[in-house]
């Protein structure tokens, strides 16, 4: 069984940075898509950055690219979110999700996803 645990969330102001992290474990290092999601309070659920963890290739919602980075270190099975230049609009409960996936055809649909960690707050002021 998969899980997953996030880390990283905090509080910030306006402009700064925070690294949040997703353990995962019970899944395939090299045939799973990990992405990162965000939910502001009455808000859906939104896709931000994913990866293919067999690969190289990452995606991004248009609007967090260039500000956001997602990256992977599979000796340690965690998949990292860099968000830089926040914003008062970024806070959310921040989410990392994953599915068992044989090619690279990740994407940033809530939907596609199958296992999802318990959340981690980030909140940001202007």
């Known amino acids: 069984q998969v899980q997953l645990e996030e880390s990283g969330g905090d509080s910030v102001q306006a402009g700064g940075s925070l690294r949040l992290s997703c353990i995962g474990s019970g899944y395939i290092n090299n045939r799973t898509c990990v992405g990162w999601f965000r939910q502001a309070p009455g808000k859906a659920r939104e896709g931000l950055a994913a990866?293919?963890?067999?690969?190289?290739?990452?995606y991004y919602a248009g609007s967090v690219k260039g500000r956001f980075t997602i990256s992977q270190d599979n000796a340690k099975n965690t998949v990292y979110l860099q968000m830089n230049s926040l914003k008062p609009e970024d806070t959310a409960m921040y989410y990392c999700?994953?599915?068992?996936?044989?090619?690279?055809?990740?994407?940033?649909?809530?939907?596609?996803?199958?296992?999802w960690g318990q959340g981690t707050q980030v909140t940001v002021s202007s």
């Open positions: 990866l293919y963890t067999g690969g190289d290739s990452t």
């Open positions: 999700a994953a599915r068992r996936s044989g090619v690279n055809d990740c994407g940033i649909s809530r939907y596609e996803y199958t296992y």
